[in-house]
């Protein structure tokens, strides 16, 4: 502790757990709608990614409430959310939203996208295999013409639904914080928007780890143009994500209001490690570069010309920097924002518990957890292209 | 000045049809005890009051007696960092720094102050929930757990908050905790218990230099108006137009 605090900070309110909240949210956000790429703006490289990504924002999607659970006082009044809202909360909105976008949107796109895949692997299953898959086709089983160009109409429609969903779901995440007027670190109207591309960033990059590592545990080839496509598609998001930082920042100085004095305290000496040399140096910088120069971002077939091996191990590098950094960024806001008090006149210390409901190895169990839940995903429901049953169906 | 809050034409009714049925002091106690209680003045009508607080700086004296008082009233853990209401002591010094503590939120009084030569100006600065008129937490609460009572009393309902904290992040003053053991966000509630039974908060009721004035906002004819017709008014961070209920008088610009 330094200078003097109000009496009632000292507890740090929001852990490390409400940190998880902002990053797995992104995910899911930043993988849908690379998801859309291909889907809505026939983006065709990324077509391998496709289905990986909608499962991957599936599988964060079911964890994304669970730290935020463990974290209310009261978790069994939880459902009042639902029951009685209070309409002018934006965290009330928070189950509703969730609700849209987990059922509306990403359960319906993936059924429709799935429901030739899921009807042949019933037909061509045996025992209780075969039920669980006929029992997922909803008993619509019609694979004529008509029904599987409906299925993609369909498809087509609510990733267009999805697409405005992932950024009212994200952006709305970010409004949780940026409406807080008691908080200059938080108070920005910007908030939002930087948390909206900062999750599109997080989620493409996510998305290009796991093609990559799937692919490479399934002792396949890395198909180059899709990582490219990837590659390229980070870089932008990720000026577009720096470039929104940099004025929040640049504004705040240039404003210099009241806080500015703790605020240049808190970056300086607290967030010094996580801002400074994770966010920036490690979680953008590096990144920015590496990808300016080796992918397709700026010149067709990069600045620096790299065979696919190394470019693969480039891109698989400035992937997880910039995960890291974009955990960094969530931290940065949600315990950066508690680190000083509201008198403006001193800052405070967060230490981490290792064990307990906040604790650090709960949260590491809670970032391990959407990657099982994935794999399950993933065995039930292949998402690679070479996955894709032979339509036997017609014939038999 | 314990009856601040009654309603007076009930009180002066009760005491004048007590006076005029049998007289003497007994009874006359009696009344009192009555409408005290609330019991002569008829059930509490909330939309019949519209209180607030006011503290004169200069007055205070830092004895945290309403600290105290505040504790063993209104079930706040005894332990450090949970606090309804607590004292500020600030230091002034020529160079133009400004020192502000608040050990254990005055209660175990202050130390004395280092390097006195360069001290321009002191003075306490009492802390409590500010019954904003346009409360953050009362507007992001989730639930609807902390409300506006129509008496405009800013509330927590202990039984339906979740705690899910956004109201303490929402609050610009620092005014509000969880509560360690009922796992809710906990803070002031002008002693809402006794307010009803027409008696003043337990810190107004202890404070021994009447440095905090409890009542009526809008009426012209209680202690509070008075305090705001004769004083210079401020309210903390203005600028969040929050409309603060807690008015102070001699309030230097470096309180935030």
């Known amino acids: 502790m330094q200078g003097y605090i109000y009496p009632n900070e ?3 309110q929001w852990s490390l757990l409400i940190v998880l909240y902002p990053y797995i949210t992104g995910l899911v956000a930043g993988a849908f709608i690379l998801a859309s790429l291909e889907r809505v703006f026939n983006v065709r490289e990324v077509q391998p990614t496709y289905r990986l990504a909608l499962l991957t924002a599936l599988a964060f999607l079911i964890v994304a409430p669970l730290p935020l659970m463990a974290h209310l006082g009261h978790p069994e009044r939880s459902f009042e959310m639902f029951l009685t809202p209070n309409k002018r909360s934006a965290m009330a909105m928070f189950g509703f939203v969730y609700a849209w976008y987990l059922m509306v949107v990403l359960l319906i796109e993936i059924w429709f996208d799935y429901r030739r895949d899921i009807v042949l692997w019933a037909r061509q299953s ?17 694979l004529s013409p008509k029904a599987l160009a409906f299925d993609d109409s369909a498809g087509r429609w609510i990733t267009i639904i999805g697409i405005p969903s992932a950024f009212l779901l994200h952006g709305y995440v970010g409004f949780i914080f940026g409406s807080i007027k008691a908080n200059p670190w938080w108070s920005s109207v910007l908030m939002p928007v930087v948390f909206l591309f900062s999750a599109i ?18 002792w396949r080839k890395i198909d180059m143009a899709c990582l490219d496509k990837l590659a390229q598609f980070l870089f932008y998001a990720l000026v577009v994500d720096a470039s929104l930082e940099s004025l929040d920042f640049i504004h705040r100085l240039y404003e210099a209001e009241e806080s500015i004095d703790i605020l240049s305290q808190l970056v300086e000496t607290r967030l010094f490690l996580s801002l400074i040399v994770l966010q920036l140096v490690i979680g953008t910088l590096i990144p920015l570069i590496a990808l300016a120069l080796t992918s397709p971002g700026l010149r067709k077939g990069g600045f620096v010309r790299l065979p696919p091996e190394l470019r693969q191990l480039v891109y698989l590098g400035a992937a997880v920097f910039i995960q890291i950094g974009i955990f960094s960024i969530r931290w940065n806001v949600v315990i950066g924002g508690q680190l000083f008090s509201k008198s403006l006149r001193g800052l405070t210390v967060y230490k981490v518990e290792l064990l307990g409901i906040e604790g650090l190895a709960m949260t590491i169990g809670f970032l391990i957890l959407p990657f099982i839940i994935l794999w399950v995903l993933v065995k039930l429901l292949p998402p690679w292209l070479d996955s894709v049953p032979q339509d036997e169906a017609t014939t038999a | 000045m314990s009856d601040q809050g009654i309603d007076r034409r009930a009180f002066v009714g009760d005491l004048v049809a007590a006076c005029l049925a049998a007289g003497g002091p007994v009874l006359l106690g009696m009344v009192r005890v009555a409408a005290a209680q609330g019991v002569g003045a008829g059930a509490y009508d909330p939309s019949a009051h519209d209180y607030g607080i006011g503290i004169d700086i200069a007055k205070c004296i830092g004895c945290a007696r309403c600290v105290a008082a505040c504790k063993a009233e209104n079930d706040v853990p005894m332990e450090p960092h949970y606090f309804n209401t607590w004292i ?7 160079d133009g720094t400004v020192d502000v503590d608040s050990p254990n939120g005055g209660l175990d009084g202050f130390g004395p102050i280092e390097s006195e030569g360069d001290v321009l100006r002191t ?25 506006q009572s129509p008496d405009g009393v800013v509330l927590v309902d202990d039984s339906y908050c979740i705690g899910c904290r956004y109201c303490i992040q929402a609050c610009p003053y620092g005014a509000r905790y969880l509560h360690p053991e009922k796992h809710v966000a906990a803070k002031c509630t002008f002693c809402y218990h006794r307010l009803v039974k027409g008696l003043v908060p337990a810190c107004v009721e202890v404070c021994p230099t009447g440095a905090r004035v409890f009542g009526e906002v809008e009426k012209r004819a209680t202690p509070l108006a008075r305090f705001m017709r004769f004083n210079d008014i401020q309210v903390l961070k203005p600028n969040l137009n929050t409309k603060p209920k807690a008015y102070y008088a001699n309030l230097d610009g470096e309180v935030r």
């Not at chain 1, 045996?126 to 019609?142: C, E, N, S």
């Not at chain 1, 989620?203 to 545990?217: D, E, K, P, Q, S």
């Open chain 1, 10 to 12: 000292f507890e740090l």
């Open chain 1, 126 to 142: 045996t025992g209780v295999k075969r039920w669980f898959y006929y029992a997922l086709t909803l008993g619509a089983t019609d």
């Open chain 1, 201 to 218: 960033v997080s989620g493409i990059a996510l998305v290009l780890v796991l093609y990559m590592l799937t692919t490479m545990f399934r």
């Open chain 2, 88 to 94: 500020e002591r600030y230091v002034l010094r020529t």
């Open chain 2, 123 to 147: 003075f306490f600065v009492p802390k409590l929930c500010n019954h904003c008129a346009n409360p953050p937490c009362v507007q992001v609460c989730p639930v609807g757990a902390t409300f």
